[in-house]
């Protein structure tokens, strides 16, 4: 399910007339200087339209949730249809009059234009390869590469990029000279020069906070989140939603089951009792089934065993990029069980990242108090702190974490106070990891992306800049990559309603004073909730995706540790095999934590294989 565009630098009107017809079958290898169009017809998601006499064509790929009257929301054939009559009298500005998640191309035969968009919050894929001659254009990075497969090189500051943090910032991508298309951005191809314009982005500057009262909070966001869900059952088909017993999926189910007109199917994944002690929630599961029976769903507890990460491979193939946790194997498993049962699932994804969900909120909000502690008495408690051996996935071993991670930030700038949250490796673990020929062709710092976004928030409160970089970072890169990308590999469309876009405009305008409070996070849209959703599931701590990943990366003889192998590793001459073996020794015996950067490096390596070794 794809779309795709080849075009010259220079398109003529010619260029555009050939335009007009799609390409049958598969992606593969063709004259970059002729025009085409490649649009996957085995989904419902991707859809074309001609307006004005055929002088406008939009080929889509994704859905609109929201557009004005009268146009129709949709997906497929319907959205394109919606953004061709937009565009034939808005121009580009119809883009800032629709919601949706989508990748979309417009013909625009009477001004000579082509124009590629992505949404406004970067729910759909989209990517760009130029050069000298010629532009492609796709929502598939497969069919991209499968495109020109004799420009595939690894880029290796995205190596380094994804081993630092977890993900690669917007507009680089895992292939030298491939960008991914910003969120909230058009592109022109205008007379031989491709413009960039950004045409929408999420509320960010001091002077865009709104005091509201306690009682207008709630009764806005509880109904923002109604016509959201609504907005999503608007696509039509069988909808399902996860469920995994946290604020933000109960939320989501209490609201679906308002509208819903029957019993629909509600998702949890977890993991058998034998991996239990690698988990750090052990009551999800009573919280999930807990919802459920409030709201009479056809509840399904989906429990998966050590095999499940040899499903890896398949993951990361989808997602087209590695990934550096293992909530993707419940997620792939939710909707393959999903699959025959539903023809969507919502989800409460960013919801963490609107309303101060994270622990790094609540230590960030804490920072005020922790600068009125004496250096030394700080000193004195990293010592302290120092003597305690590691232990994973406790209560207290969550503490030591976050005191460890204040110790770390506390002096620290905006910027690198929030690399510091997601670092994932340390310089000299990654010096010590790297061979020298890697670390000497390191030339871009991933933290060059985070100041450009520290800088554009301006004036405003630390909490609301890191809550505005998680939405254009975290969510875009991370979360959101992670629910829509599996749901268009499984078949099935994913839509979250707390990313529509009117509610996102909403919630980033409360002051970060009323999302938190202390050790409480989440209050505005806790308080929404109250009466709605059980107080048990208010009132507990943070839960969230927990996987095994610390027993499947130490197990001696397991699957990590073959796709790891010293031959494999040797073989891609990135990394030290010893170094390898060293953090996984290291990890099994508690000596280090060096879990995270395992896992990635396993993902990466199958990344490889499948993007690399399949085109060599």
Known sequence: MSLLINFPSHPTAANLENLRSIQAGEVGPFDRNLPMIFLSRQGHLEGQADVDDGKISVFLSGYLTNVPAPLRAGSGDTAAQALARLYSTRGTESFAAIDGAYSAVVIDRINNRIVLARDKLGIARAYLKRDINSIVFSNSLSDLLKSRPSDIELDIDSVYAFLTIGWIPTPHSMVRDVEKVPPGTFLESIDGVLSRTIYYDVPHTKGTFEQRSPSDLKKQIKALLDRSVDRGLSLGGRWGSFLSGGVDSSSVVASLARSAPSAFPTYFGGFSAQLNSYLPNPEEPAMSKLVAARFHTDH????????????????????????????????????????????????????????????????????????????????????????????????????????????????????????????????????????????????????????????ATGETDPLSAFLYLDLKTQSTEHCVREVETLGRHFGLTVYSPFLDAEFVDFAMTIPASDKVSGLHLKKPLKDAMRGRVPDQILDRKKGGLGSPIRWWVTQ???????????????????????????????????????????????????????FMDANL
């Open 556 to 610: 001696p003889d397991g699957y990590v540790s073959k796709i790891l192998s010293r031959d494999n590793i040797s073989r891609r001459g990135l990394f030290s095999p010893d170094a390898v073996e060293q953090f996984r020794e290291e990890t099994a015996n508690g000596v280090h934590d060096y879990t995270k950067l395992l896992w990635s490096l396993f993902t990466l390596e199958l990344w490889q294989q499948h």
């Open 300 to 455: 399904h507890m989906l429990w998966l065993d050590s095999n499940a990460v040899e499903t890896a491979a398949e993951i990361v193939a989808a997602l087209e990029e590695p990934v550096c946790d293992g909530g993707c194997i419940i997620v792939g498993a939710v909707m393959r069980a999903a699959v025959g049962h539903a023809d969507g699932l919502m989800t409460g994804v960013a919801g963490d990242f609107l309303f101060t969900g994270e622990r790094r909120h609540m230590v960030l909000n804490l920072l005020n108090y922790s600068r009125l502690v004496p250096d030394a008495l700080w000193r004195l408690v990293n010592w302290t702190l120092g003597l305690r051996p590691f232990a994973y996935n406790t209560r207290l071993s969550q503490a030591q974490f976050d005191l460890t991670r204040l110790l770390e930030v506390r002096r620290l700038s905006l910027a690198d106070m929030y690399a510091g949250f997601y670092r994932q490796a340390s310089r000299r673990d990654l010096d010590q990891l790297m061979l020298p020929s890697v670390k000497n062709a390191i030339q871009r710092d991933p933290q060059t992306e985070m100041n450009g976004y520290f800088e």
